[in-house]
């Protein structure tokens, strides 16, 4: 039986990483169900916040990637609603997938496109339909969430939850009677390492943040809960500026932290150098407002390093399993006192968290029934 043909819409794809989580989950959601379905990807040649098209691929042609992966990346300047659908309409697929929910180009475009196709849809909404993401420019999004639930085209479309709360979220934007498929995200095709051994000195930790750098990802209140923190802390901050004024409050708060805390922002990191700049690292500091997923967090998992994080991911009721902490942000002072007590913390001690986590990591990834799930989604 020949393989069903999936045709996936994506605003960035590999060999991008600026745009995070989005990227990761459509790469991996291929990778792993390739000998399953037949994809093909449709995307622009930039990263996001770049203008220069990625070197060694070409634009506005269809590509196969050294992985085997097919692509077509679209130039801006050919970026447009007549040769969005005479590319579509020249593609045999079973199945459109949107990794978006309120992209112009790739979600809403498409759309009406595929509509006039008859062809059936699945939108992956990417955690966009959080309560927290809607309340961003909420002025925009909740017309546009009700003119979908409201138009012909919600009859076409079928949803892609990665977890459970999602689902519901999708259940308040559309309705109780829209079709969802239930299928937590897909990690990185990745082998733990053996053993990870780093070295804990009581008195002093070594912490890491790596997430855009924007409001739902909460890095100024990690700030602000390292001000209380008493011994020696390094803190080291990754990800691309989203939001500059966001960005400069941040700035603003760094500049306050008292001399026992150490940080220092080193800018966009790609997927492949986060294992580097993690050996050394005891906790990941991610404070989040909410994630689909979280991709860093499971990376960080496997590097060996607990996360200090919110009850706001999928990631939830570590610390009983001494894989990390999962607290309420309206408990600052609960991460307070977490981040003292693991700079108080000894190698010994430590290393008992640290292997707690990994084989958390273990466990999550040698799942079967992780890819049992994501094959569901486009039967």
Known sequence: MPKKKILLFSDWFYPGFMAGGPIQSSFNLINHLKDYYDFSVITRDTDYTDSVPYRDIKSDCWTILPNGMRVYYFSEKNLSYPNMAKLIQGEEFDIAYLNSMYSPRFTIMPLFILHKLGKQVI?????????????????????????????????????????????????????????????????????????????????????????????????????????????????????????????????????????????????????????????DIHFLLMPTQGENFGHTILEAMVCGCPPIISDRTPWIGLEPLKAG???????????????????????????????????????????????????????
């Open 325 to 379: 902490f999962d607290l309420p942000l309206d408990e600052q002072q609960q991460f307070e006192e977490v981040l003292n007590r693991v700079v108080n913390m000894d190698s010994d001690e430590f290393a008992k968290w640290s292997e707690g986590t990994r084989a958390f990591a273990a466990n999550f990834i040698n799942n079967p029934k992780l890819l049992e799930q994501s094959v569901t989604i486009f039967i």
């Open 123 to 279: 939108l992956a909404p990417r955690g966009m339909l959080a309560p927290t993401a809607i309340a961003i420019k909420s002025w925009k999004k909740k017309p546009f969430l009700l003119w979908i639930r409201n138009s012909k085209m919600i009859k076409n479309m079928k949803f892609h939850a990665a977890s459970e709360h999602e689902a519901e979220h999708i259940r308040q934007a559309f309705g109780k009677k829209v079709e969802i498929r239930l299928a937590p995200n897909l990690p990185g095709k990745m082998e733990l390492p053996v053993s990870v051994e780093k070295r804990k000195e009581p008195g002093s930790v070594n912490l890491i943040n790596v997430a855009r750098v924007s409001p739902e990802k909460n890095l100024h209140y990690a700030i602000e809960a390292l001000q209380q923190v008493k011994g020696r802390v390094k803190f080291d901050i990754y990800g691309p500026v989203y939001d500059y004024p966001y960005w400069e409050k941040c700035k603003e708060l760094l500049l306050k932290l008292p001399a026992n805390i150490e940080a220092e922002y080193f800018g966009p990191i790609s997927k492949d150098a986060i294992p580097n700049a993690m050996k």
